[in-house]
């Protein structure tokens, strides 16, 4: 009897693809990779990995004639079409790797030389994460096991994509998962199952964020995931609902902890309404971890210089590493590193979003134990050798304040050698 969660041959001509794609799953899974890529060009299809690095890795180019059937392969296991050419498909399978389940996102989008097909892994141990699995300053913890603990509130993780915020937030759920709580997930779609929580899916024509969340008011949850506040309605009644006996997790797409509050003011939120409900907000991003057995002291290139002499002159004369590479990493990077911002809510912080002044909100910041900017942790980060200055560089590149006025130093909190468990490198969200 074949396995359901392996690929089977099922035809004469099959047995090459099938060999090919149960070593390629099992070859993205073990190495930590976040998607396996398969791509028609004029001279075949290639196979890349999303690797552990967040970088995109050339594996390996197959004929047409075999990734034919590998995709047939692909559709066949998620119900899909096999004849629909000229619209965009999404499926999902699940396969077993090691013991391990793995659920797989198909997406398939017509190109001029075919299609691209990209299966996204998400692997179910991220599902498990507790919160001191996740890497960040004792006193970033410490906090965050505090404000989580409110019976109600609103507690934001903010960040582009592949920056964590799906993993970190469900760390705090599995903290918070016990029988005498309702916790309920609204998400597009559930990336992991979580035992004794209710979890829908969300469809943007039957059923939206903002509907999903409206009905779940009903069914007298204590916790709220919120996979997503994309609209002004979903961020309004996630609002209302965290100053009206919930605690509502919800992530965001912003620059930073600040500009989480801008961006919500953007929505339409009510100042005072966010006020009053905001717990927590946290900045989140993935940079590239140096390998630490071939990562190297190099002297700073004049980029590098200026942009410190401007942000913090007093590391001008700090060693600072970089990527070299070895048999170990690939091209000298081996994982991520999670840099955080955390800002509380609290009397100082609703006066000044009421005031929706971003002076007065990073004032009220820097007054709290536990706060350092995106760029102060990244470069704690690179000070410790454990990512290039170019990745801070890269990381707050979009950011409206690089560091704070004078020396940006006092609120810098040194991780514990027992803090340094990173964060799933596979994670994209």
């Given at each position: 009897?074949?396995d359901?969660?392996?690929?089977?041959v099922?035809?004469?001509?099959?047995?090459?693809?099938?060999?090919?794609?149960?070593?390629?799953?099992?070859?993205?899974?073990?190495q930590?990779?976040?998607?396996?890529?398969?791509e028609d060009g004029?001279?075949?299809?290639s196979i890349?990995f999303?690797?552990?690095s967040g970088?995109?890795?050339d594996?390996?180019?197959i004929?047409?004639d075999?990734?034919q059937v590998?995709?047939?392969?692909?559709?066949a296991a998620?119900?899909l079409?096999l004849?629909e050419?000229?619209?965009?498909m999404d499926g999902?399978?699940?396969?077993?790797?090691?013991?391990?389940?793995?659920?797989?996102r198909?997406?398939?989008?017509p190109t001029r030389?075919?299609?691209?097909?990209?299966?996204?892994?998400l692997?179910q141990?991220?599902?498990s994460?507790?919160?001191?699995?996740?890497?960040?300053?004792?006193?970033?913890?410490?906090?965050?096991?505090?404000?989580?603990?409110?019976?109600?509130?609103?507690?934001?993780?903010?960040?582009?994509?592949?920056?964590g915020?799906?993993?970190?937030?469900?760390?705090?759920?599995n903290?918070?998962n016990?029988?005498h709580?309702?916790?309920i997930?609204v998400?597009?779609p559930?990336?992991?199952r979580l035992?004794n929580?209710?979890?829908i899916n969300?469809d943007?024509?039957q059923?939206p964020?903002a509907?999903a969340?409206?009905?779940?008011l009903?069914?007298?949850?204590d916790?709220?995931l919120v996979?997503e506040?994309r609209?002004?309605e979903?961020a309004q009644i996630?609002v209302e609902?965290s100053?009206t006996g919930?605690?509502?997790?919800?992530s965001i797409?912003?620059?930073?902890a600040?500009?989480?509050?801008?961006r919500l003011?953007?929505l339409?939120?009510?100042?005072?309404?966010?006020?009053?409900?905001?717990?927590?907000?946290?900045?989140?991003?993935l940079?590239?971890?140096?390998c630490s057995?071939c990562?190297?002291?190099k002297?700073l290139?004049?980029?590098?210089?200026?942009w410190?002499t401007?942000?913090?002159s007093h590391h001008?004369?700090?060693?600072f590493?970089?990527a070299?590479g070895c048999?170990q990493?690939?091209?000298?990077?081996?994982?991520r590193?999670?840099?955080?911002?955390?800002?509380?809510?609290?009397?100082?912080m609703?006066r000044?979003?009421?005031?929706?002044?971003?002076?007065?909100i990073m004032?009220?910041?820097?007054?709290?134990?536990q706060?350092?900017?995106?760029?102060?942790?990244?470069?704690?980060?690179?000070v410790?050798g454990?990512?290039?200055l170019?990745?801070v560089r890269r990381?707050?590149?979009?950011l409206?304040?690089?560091?704070p006025v004078?020396?940006?130093a006092?609120?810098v909190?040194?991780?514990?050698?027992?803090?340094?468990?990173s964060i799933?490198?596979g994670e994209?969200?």
């Open positions: 009897m074949s359901p969660t392996r690929f089977a099922n035809g004469r001509t099959h047995g090459p693809a099938v060999e090919l794609l149960n070593r390629l799953f099992d070859d993205a899974t073990r930590g990779a976040s998607d396996i890529h398969f004029d001279f075949g299809c890349r999303r690797n552990a970088d995109l890795q594996i390996q180019r004929d047409r075999l990734a590998v995709d047939e392969k692909i559709r998620c119900d079409s004849h050419r000229h619209a965009p999902r399978m699940f396969i077993e790797v090691d013991d391990r389940m793995v659920d797989v198909v997406s398939v989008v030389c075919g299609q691209s097909l990209v299966c996204r892994l692997d141990k991220n599902a994460r507790r919160l001191h699995e996740i890497e960040m300053t004792d006193a970033v913890r410490a906090a965050i096991a505090d404000v989580i603990q409110e019976p109600e509130g609103l507690i934001l993780l903010s960040g582009p994509t592949g920056s915020k799906t993993t970190t937030l469900y760390s705090i759920l903290d918070l016990e029988p709580r309702k916790i997930t998400e597009d559930v990336e992991y035992e929580a209710t979890q969300v943007r024509d059923l964020f509907r969340l409206r009905s779940i009903r069914q007298d949850p916790i709220i996979g506040i609209d002004a979903t996630a609902a100053y919930h605690l509502v997790l919800a797409h912003a620059n930073d600040a500009g989480t509050i801008t003011d953007d339409g939120v009510n100042k005072l309404n966010l006020a009053l409900a905001l717990r927590a907000i946290i900045a989140q991003r940079p590239k971890r140096l057995a990562s190297e002291e002297p290139i004049a980029g590098e210089r200026e410190l401007l942000t913090a001008l004369d700090t060693p590493r970089v070299c048999d990493c690939v091209r000298g990077v081996k994982g590193v999670p840099v955080m911002e955390m800002l509380l809510g609290g009397p100082a609703r000044a979003i009421g005031l929706n002044n971003r002076a007065e004032r009220a910041a820097r007054q709290q134990p706060y350092e900017s995106l760029a102060e942790a990244g470069l704690r980060h690179a410790a454990d990512i290039a170019a990745e990381l707050t590149s979009s409206e304040e690089v560091m004078g020396d940006g006092q609120n909190v040194p991780i514990a050698p027992a803090d340094r468990s799933a490198v994209r969200r």
